[in-house]
């Protein structure tokens, strides 16, 4: 695997080291291009949150963290020790713990997933991400999905912004009617403002008037011109800044002009909005400062662990159909599946495909599977899980679950009895391949391909659907 990353982030690296290479949508855009231009360089993301810089290279380049100082025009000895460098399947596990929240300052960090996405869609928009890369950040934010549906967490929709309102709770007493002024309504302003206004504060956020085209305030909340936060600023009882300016929102000179400061300050932003000196007047929270809760439940950490092992094992999967020897394609056969038996092993989402699929030829369908997320009317439903002798008699079987070796075992099964198997999760174990299936009047296509490029598949079946619908 010709992955690897390099990355710093608040457990290696303090707050004024990490915003040397905090960059905003703009910055990380121009940065891919020249990454993209570096010697032994074939693909590059670039992953910018408040608590990490994380670059991912794919090809043969030099140290990546090097390269990222130099692009960013950072001297390197500063952050020479700062940054970890970690290569093939530890880069890939690495980004999907990042996503799941195991590497957040707070366990199952709710913003990380968009982050993750966000950066995959800045290096499609640079044209910076190959093959790879789209396919690891692609299974990272399924696994961080996973996460946040699959794991109960002991504190309710952990976040920044719940933890800003804990340490204002804290300061202030308690935040029913207190008068928070919040600077910035980007993603993370809002959701400040958002969670500050639902524990009963009045809160304020500041607009930029040549702005356009930007987010409504969240409900409940008053607009303040960005121009007329300081007349705003004095008598608040709390500040919370949270914006993308490379600027200070806030000097100390500032502060001082003030005839009654806020109580307390939060500063939500990298690099920083309000300027370190304040402290001197006012207590100053930094993102440093935001994450001190423990490091989660055992539970919650191994059953998120458990979840990048399954994703990653996909992952590697994938890899390694990539790196198969071309082989010729498979020939197209239609056959008569009216009144056959097919026996379908699994009854999650791309089951529920399969067998949506199938009721359109006549077939007699039996399915495997504890559970099953469509409707079993006219199909035959086994609920228990695969064992052995499940398919006798059957002219097709499909393996289609969750778990690696049940579906290697089905396909084992199937071809000591003859039966041609498809396996949705390892191309090579299929002696047939199930088709995207298009239909038209009287026509029917299925779009296959060679296992590489599923994706690419689904949109070719889109297109030929459309062409068979337009047909007189």
Not at 114 to 123: F, G, I, S
Request: some cysteine.
């Amino acid at each position: 695997m010709n992955l690897v990353m390099s990355g710093l982030d608040y457990r290696h690296a303090a707050l004024d080291i990490r915003e040397k290479l905090a960059c905003s949508p703009d910055q990380v855009r121009s940065l891919l291009a020249w990454l993209r231009c570096q010697p032994g360089v074939e693909g590059c993301v670039l992953l910018s949150t408040c608590n990490r810089t994380e670059l991912y290279l794919t090809g043969s380049p030099e140290t990546p963290w090097r390269l990222l100082c130099q692009g960013a025009g950072v001297a390197e000895a500063p952050m020479d020790g700062c940054f970890t460098t970690r290569c093939g399947p530890d880069a890939a596990r690495h980004l999907l713990e990042v996503a799941c929240g195991l590497r957040s300052q707070i366990l199952g960090e709710a913003q990380i997933i968009t982050q993750v996405r966000r950066a995959m869609e800045l290096a499609q928009q640079a044209q910076t991400a190959d093959a790879t890369l789209s396919a690891l950040f692609r299974t990272a934010v399924t696994a961080g999905k996973r996460a946040r549906s699959e794991v109960t967490l002991t504190r309710d929709a952990p976040s920044i912004g719940s933890r800003c309102q804990n340490i204002l709770t804290r300061e202030l007493g308690t935040l029913e009617n207190r008068r928070i002024l919040v600077i910035g309504n980007g993603q993370m302003g809002q959701l400040a403002a958002s969670v500050l206004r639902q524990s009963g504060a009045a809160v304020w956020v500041t607009l930029r008037a040549y702005r356009h085209g930007q987010a409504p305030l969240p409900p409940g909340c008053t607009p303040v011109a960005y121009e007329d936060r300081l007349t705003a600023l004095d008598g608040m009882d709390a500040l919370v800044s949270a914006t993308a300016s490379p600027h200070y929102t806030l000097t100390a000179a500032q502060l001082e002009t003030l005839s009654h400061p806020p109580r307390v300050a939060v500063d939500l932003a990298v690099p920083r909005d309000i300027d370190p000196a304040c402290a001197g007047t006012v207590p100053v929270y930094d993102m440093d400062a935001l994450g001190l809760e423990g490091p989660g439940a055992p539970g919650e950490i191994a059953a998120m662990e458990e979840i990048v092992r399954e994703e990653l094992d996909k992952f590697t999967q994938w890899q390694r159909r990539q790196s198969l020897p071309q082989r010729p394609p498979r020939f197209p056969l239609f056959v008569d599946l009216s009144g056959k038996k097919v026996v379908l092993v699994g009854g999650g989402t791309i089951a529920a495909r399969r067998i949506g699929t199938l009721r359109l030829f006549g077939c007699r369908i039996t399915v495997i599977s504890p559970e099953l997320s469509c409707s079993s009317e006219g199909l035959t439903w086994q609920k228990r899980p695969y064992r052995h002798g499940d398919l006798e008699g059957a002219y097709l079987a499909i393996a289609a679950t969750s778990d690696r070796q049940v579906n290697r075992q089905v396909g084992l099964d199937a071809q000591a009895l003859g039966i041609p198997v498809s396996v949705a999760d390892c191309e090579a174990e299929c002696s047939f391949y199930f088709p995207a299936v298009c239909t038209g009047g009287d026509l029917i296509a299925g779009v296959v391909s060679t296992g590489k490029d599923h994706h690419k598949t689904a949109r070719a079946a889109k297109a030929i659907r459309h062409v068979l619908e337009e047909l007189p």
